[in-house]
Structures are given as C-alpha cells and as structure tokens.
C-alpha cells in the first residue's frame, strides 16, 4: 500500500488480502460508540444482566464489530469508492469483548465494469477474526471503485450468486447457551417475547436522531475507516455532493438504536440478509426508522431462542407514522436504508 489505495484495475478474481491493522478493542470504544448512537439493549449494556443469562460478560453490539471489520477492509478495497452499493450473507459467528483482538482478510469474488468506463464494481468477501483464530464475522459487500485509466481494458464480468437469505438452521450455532429464565425483561425494557410478534407487524421506532457533522466522523474514526469521501470537505466540495457523505454504517447503527422502540428483546444480530443504501445521508440531516416483520423462527438447536426476520427501513428528515418505503417498485425519495436481518429474541 502507498496510501493511494487500490484502483478497479488493482483486483483480480481469487485476489486474497489480509489487512492492516489488527485492532484491541476496549470497554473505551464501547463507550464511545454508546454515545454517538445510544445502544439501550441489555445485554450489551451490563455485565451483570449478560453474567446472569449465560454470558462471561457483556459482548460487544453486533454491529460495532461488524463495523471494526469493515473499517479494516477499507485502506485496500474502497479507499477510492464511489460508494459502496451493499451487503449479503453476512453472519455474525461468535461473540467479541472488550479485551479481544481483531482482524480481518478478504477474498475477491467478483468484478463487473461499469457501462461508462470510469469504474467497476468489486464483490468481495470480508472475514473478520479474533485472536485465536475464531472466525466472527463474515459477509459480501459489492462497492463502486474508480478506475484509474479510464482506457484500460475490464476483466470478464463475474457476478457471483448470493443467497437471498441465511437459512434460520445457520444461526446462534456459536453463542453460549443461555438461562432465559433469569432474563429480566424488566430490565430489559419490554415484556415482549418471540411468541408475540408475527409476520406482517409494522412497528414505527418513533424518534428521530439529527446527525452532527463531528459525530459521524468521530464514528468513522472508531473503525479506523480512512475513506476520503467521509472526511475530506476539500475535495468533496468538488465532487458529486459538494460535501462530505455520511459512512453507510452510521445510518445502519442509527436505525438498530432506534429499533429499541418495540424491538428491546432482540438484543442479538445474528445474521443480515441483504442491505441498501439507497440514498446518502449528510450532517444535518435527521433519521428515523420503522421495521416490518418478514418470519418468526423456533431454532432448532436452541429452546431459549427464536429468530425474527426484520427488514428495517431508515429515512431522512421523514418521520415513519405511515411506514415510507416503496411506490410501484420505486423507493420513496426520503429512504436511505434497507437492511433485511435476523434477530434473536427469548422464547
């Protein structure tokens, strides 16, 4: 690496890239990244409610260590991104806690140049690992990449074939097994169980959180993503926007803090189908988020747990009383996220 990143041309099909720098995290950026989103899930939040359901400690949210591993991919696949397109097959395989050791390797498994030439999309697949050698995380993001010659000649497309979804047998196969009945919903903050909820239900987050233009930095920051297009205003001002784009990440931990409201017994991520940013987010900008139903699943290798299907839809500057999504296959103008996942709940 020079500091230039990599360019479309750079990849190669089969390309392996094991990534700087492998990352302690600390109860420090637990804190930090409470602040800046405001996680209210249980688990995460104390030792003590973890200790009592079966849990060493209190693990880390899904979702910061999904970003950590992100954030080490980005110096070598998207430091020179248009933008980064989505998400698939992304499983969360083990629990993480402050004091473990993070790092991530990557596999190219596709590439497609776009039809003007100034780009290509490049799917890759992201493995995060701790310190032992376990496996935490793992998924496929598709991302637009600059070319850097616009004449130079594209590899023959390839597109690899992603499941629509992970399959409920493939999820909670890693974390302990749980007592729920010292879960103390309470505590938790709902009374709510797996039992109660069905496909269909509509559950409106309610509040709506204003991005700071130092916040969505500071939590870029967090990852140790470099990405230009999120901090350099010098060189934006130039660009598509004229300003700084909000890391897709923000609006993703945004939309699971809001999701609370209603959801506070799904405290485990275990797995994210498929995700959109289908609009970007700026500083200023407000969101809110709602989150439909897809599937209620008993597990069958666990009889504490069950597993909801959850698409989550953020927006900007739009509250969701009425639920915004899609016009005739269109996305309403205010969307800016659709994220389909798996949640895990008590039974």
Known sequence: MNGLGNYFEDFHNGQVIRHATPRTVTTGDVALYNALFGSRFAVQSSDEFARAIGYPKAPLDDFLVFHIVFGKTVPDISLNAVANLGYAAARILAPVYPGDTIYAVSEVIGLRETSNRQSGVV??????????????????????????????????????????????????????????????????GSPQRLGDFQPGDRIDHVDGVTVEEAEHQMATRLYQNPARIHFNQWAEAAGKYGRRLIYGGHAISLARSLSFNGLANAFHLAAVNSGRHVAPLFGGDTVFAWTEVLDVQPLPSRKELGALRLRTIATKNRPCLDYPYKHDEEYDPAVILEIDYWALMPR
């Open 123 to 188: 799917y890759v697949r992201s493995t995060g690992f701790k310190q032992d050698g376990t496996e935490i995380v793992d998924y496929v993001r598709w991302v637009m990449v600059r070319k850097k010659h616009e004449s130079s000649p594209a590899p023959e497309p390839l597109v690899p074939v992603l499941p629509s979804h992970i399959q409920p047998a493939d999820l909670a196969t890693t974390i302990p097994a749980l007592d729920i009945s010292k879960y103390d919903f309470a505590l938790a």
